[in-house]
């Protein structure tokens, strides 16, 4: 869980780290090999969930994504990805909202400093399998 209570902080990461994006693929991978498996069916595609806020770069997903399914069942699937909207409660008035261009700004009271409620997440949905 992140605080953010400066008002010139983003809650969009400047700066991807690489690694990151590597840990969260292979652990997406792992899940849906493990899927495949049990049906002994091909992976066509991945159905993924990002929140706006997710501290993970899209695009470094995707090569990452490329780089190691190879040679797997995995091979060539197509990812998609669902975005999902981030929610953030105010420190101080304590209202629910979701922040504009991804700054912390409370409408209802003005103050900045929230909590993060939702928009970090990463994680499989789906996986969609195909007879070879
Ligand atoms: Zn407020």
Known sequence: M???????ESLFPLIFD???????VRSILAKALLKAGESKKRIKSLQLV????SELD???IQRHWDEISQGTDAERAQLHFRFIK???QCMACFMKY????GKIHCPYC???GAKVLSGEEFYLESVE???E
């Open 110 to 112: 003005g103050s900045y």
């Open 50 to 53: 990002m929140g706006e806020i």
């Open 98 to 101: 979701q922040p504009m261009n």
């Open 86 to 88: 981030a929610e953030v």
């Open 129 to 131: 399998l195909v007879d």
């Open 58 to 60: 899209r695009h470094s």
């Open 18 to 24: 690489s690694m990151h994006e590597l840990h969260a």
């Open 2 to 8: 992140r605080l953010i209570d400066r008002p010139e």
